[in-house]
């Protein structure tokens, strides 16, 4: 049985992309993995400079990920697809034959076909398979998931969920339109805007609840300053046992960063949660009774110690979220290593990241035809 820390190789995630820092700091915060290898961009000064600033050694930096895959094979625990969306498909059906388990970003792919195939190749090779959903990692929201498993909500009824942004729409300091990278601004079967936040609501409401989504009817548009893709969606959502959704997200809503926001209506109560407001959990009764709950007292999961890296009031974010769900992602290798599968609550696993796609391709096909749209 292999043994922590676990050793692994980014491909992608170089020190210009978006997350690759996040994930560098997270994957290694509590000791479960160390960063050993990489092919961190395709570009050989990003590529190099990446592996210089973060302590690995240059003969184990390679210029593509085929070339890390074929040198590494046998020397790494797993890889972390860190690339752009659109080239997850062949990098993670490679890895998977070249026997290497695969940690990757979301989304899954670009495309509900897409993802079936790497479903498939997942299934031949029965190899380890996981997709990074970091908010599900933040204290409150597994004590809310527990909130709901205990029957506090009674049956859920309804959930209300946006992450609405404006990185799309706001201007810098001086005036300057916003540079998204290049990838971004090329939509794809479904829009770049679904696979980055919609994944993310798809994830978030089928961990709160355990529901599966039915069917669709979304509405698509393009407000802010890039016209050739889609840049806020909308949507109704029709789950099993008549659960209902709302669904928004958007780039093109000015004054908010990252609003991450769940509200969860059930038979007894309901229950909020804010991404800005991280450390807090409110819930009311049907008696009126309104409550706020933190890491300290009244909770079942978020006072477990290993969400208090340091005590209550001093609040927990992002980067820590994400080092809690990779401590779950080691869990689950451990399983994987010692009997060939693994099980877990938390970690996001192929049918639920390809769950999520068949949403999203649904939503877009519902924008097209102004009509409800099956999964």
Request: hydrophobic share 35%.
């Amino acid at each position: 049985m292999k043994k922590e820390p676990y050793q692994i190789a980014f491909i992608g995630g170089g020190v210009n992309s978006a997350i690759g820092e996040v994930h560098k700091a997270a994957c290694q915060m509590d000791g479960h993995f160390e960063l050993v290898a990489g092919s961190f961009s395709t570009h050989e000064e990003t590529n190099q400079k990446t592996a210089k600033t973060w302590g690995v050694s240059p003969e184990r930096t390679y210029s593509s990920y085929h070339e890390l895959l074929q040198a590494e094979k046998g020397k790494l625990d797993a890889v972390i697809v860190l690339a752009p969306t659109d080239l997850h498909k062949d990098i993670v059906i490679e890895a998977l034959d070249a026997g290497f388990p695969v940690i990757c970003e979301k989304s899954l792919a670009t495309s509900f076909e897409e993802g079936k195939d790497i479903a498939q190749k997942v299934e031949e090779t029965k190899g380890f398979f996981c997709t990074t959903y970091n908010y599900t990692g933040y204290p409150m929201i597994r004590e809310l998931k527990q909130y709901i498993a205990d029957g506090k909500l009674g049956t859920i009824q309804q959930v209300q969920v946006e992450m609405p942004q404006e990185g799309f729409m706001r201007l810098g300091v001086s005036g300057e339109p916003p540079k998204p990278q290049s990838w971004r601004l090329k939509d794809t079967v479904i829009p770049k805007i679904s696979l980055d936040l919609g994944s993310h609501l798809h994830n978030m409401i089928y961990f709160l609840t355990g529901e599966r989504p039915k069917r669709i009817v979304a509405d698509q548009a393009t407000f802010g300053l890039f016209s050739q893709i889609v840049d806020n969606v909308g949507a109704l959502v029709q789950y099993t046992n008549n659960m209902r959704a709302q669904i928004w997200f958007s780039k093109t809503a000015l004054g908010n960063r990252n609003g991450l926001r769940i509200r969860v209506y059930g038979s007894k109560g309901s229950a909020e949660w804010f991404q800005l407001e991280p450390e807090t959990l409110k819930t009311c009764d049907r008696y009126g009774n309104v409550s706020l709950r933190d890491r300290t007292g009244g909770v079942k999961i978020a006072n477990q110690p290993r969400y208090n890296r340091f005590k209550a009031g001093h609040p927990a974010g992002f980067i820590e979220a994400f080092a809690n769900y990779y401590e779950d992602i080691a869990d689950c290798l451990g399983q994987y290593f010692a009997t060939g599968s693994f099980s877990s609550q938390y970690v996001c696993g192929i049918k639920t990241s390809l769950e999520g796609l068949a949403m999203m391709q649904a939503a877009t096909r519902s924008a097209q035809s102004n009509k409800w749209e099956d999964l």
